[in-house]
């Protein structure tokens, strides 16, 4: 599981959502490759592969391929690979590259007659302690002469544990649900707006299998409670500067029935340095509360009913800065790259831990997209 978590929080800015693969309906391929590398020692390898096929006039059918290589999984957590030894027997095997590979293909079929967008589709992946599976599906119609958009979106998944040591778990199941509701507003013919609407639920066992409070006379695993709902707002932007400048921002609020809540912002400036080269400089901040069961880590004890390891249920900040690149080959043809400094803010969590003060990550993007 270490290695979807990792993937959300930090590549999430980057991934494109299953939903939206293809932005018009044609024949296309795009290869890439991501990287993630940070001072816990923990690496992502992320070749994908996505093949997208015009089957009508109106209709396209695709297939998203992903690969996640990960050099420290859920079974070793990080920096404290020792001590989890210590409770679960588990560790690398001799000469393993990589302590976890996930697989993850999607397959979707979209449908667009120029006022009316439908995709849908379904997902799997699978590792060795943990398996997902989703569909979805969205709609978006357009209206007043193509200046507004409205849309709806919604996922459910379908997944379940399968610890690498024997431990009895409540359930082996995790469900997780979303709503979208969009609105896109063409503002000016240089600036738009998009306003969204997120609902989302989570039931199951939400925690790791393999996070551990160990203090004095305690060692208890991670438990949070079964069930999490949260909503979220977002306003997006895209406003054209001049014919060789434009700049992309956005707000999120964020808040759940597990007293966390969080707001994020980000600016992405692009400037077109020639006609086939862009590139730009981008900035994210993010910053949460905790959730309502999380103690300072020397005050849990024995009858509390939940405990904490993770630090994502504490309050932190994080800050991204990145750099996006982009060259046209030609009109069918296009390599896009982005290199990103990923930086938390001290936290105990993390310390306790990884026996870091914070996390400070490298990530990098390389894509390859061509029209067939």
């Known amino acids: 599981m270490q290695i979807k978590n990792i993937l959300k929080a930090v590549f999430s800015i980057l991934l494109v959502k299953a939903g939206a693969f293809a932005s018009s309906i044609k024949d296309s391929v795009s ?22 096929k015009k089957v009508a006039h109106s209709w396209m059918v695709g ?11 859920s079974i070793k957590n990080g920096a404290n690979n020792t001590r989890v030894d210590t409770v679960t027997g588990a560790s690398r095997k001799e000469g393993q590259l990589f302590d976890d590979v996930r697989y993850a293909p999607t397959l979707l079929a979209t449908y ?14 699978t590792e060795k302690d943990y398996t997902g599976r989703a569909v979805f599906v969205n709609y978006v119609r357009q209206l007043n002469e193509q200046n507004t958009a409205l849309g709806i979106g919604v996922s459910q998944s379908f997944d379940y544990w399968q610890p690498i040591f024997k431990r009895e778990l409540p359930t082996k199941d995790r469900k997780e649900g979303k709503i979208d509701i969009s609105v896109n507003q063409l503002i000016t013919p240089t600036f738009s707006m998009q306003g969204v609407f997120s609902y989302m639920t989570s039931k199951g066992f939400l925690s790791s299998p393999y996070h551990y409070v160990l203090k004095d006379d305690i060692a208890k695993f991670e438990k949070y409670p079964d069930k999490r709902t949260g909503y979220a707002f977002a306003l997006k932007g895209v406003y054209m500067i001049n014919l060789k400048n434009a700049t ?25 340095v020639s006609k086939k080269f862009t ?9 949460q509360t905790k959730s309502n069961f999380t103690k300072p880590l ?9 405990f904490v390891v993770d630090y994502r249920m504490s309050a932190f900040d994080s800050f991204d800065i990145g750099l996006p690149f982009m060259y046209k080959i030609n009109h069918k043809h296009k ?21 870091k003060d914070s996390l400070t990550a490298i990530y990098t993007t390389l894509s390859y997209d061509f029209d067939y």
Do not use: C
């Open 298 to 306: 020397g005050d849990y004890g024995r009858g509390d009913e939940y």
């Open 335 to 355: 390599i896009k790259a982005s290199i990103d400094l990923y930086q938390t803010t001290k936290n105990d969590y993390i310390k306790n831990w990884y026996g």
């Open 112 to 125: 667009d007659d120029g006022n009316n967008l439908l995709s849908f589709g379904a997902y799997y992946s």
């Open 248 to 272: 992309n921002f956005s707000y999120r609020y964020y808040k759940d029935d597990w007293s966390i809540k969080s707001h994020t912002a980000s600016i992405e400036w692009l400037h077109d």
């Open 279 to 287: 590139s730009g400089l981008r900035f994210r901040y993010y910053t």
């Open 31 to 52: 290869l890439g490759f991501a990287t993630y590398n940070d001072n816990a020692s923990v690496q992502v390898y992320s070749p994908t592969l996505g093949v997208f």
């Open 63 to 73: 297939l998203k391929m992903r690969i996640d290589a990960i050099s420290a999984a």
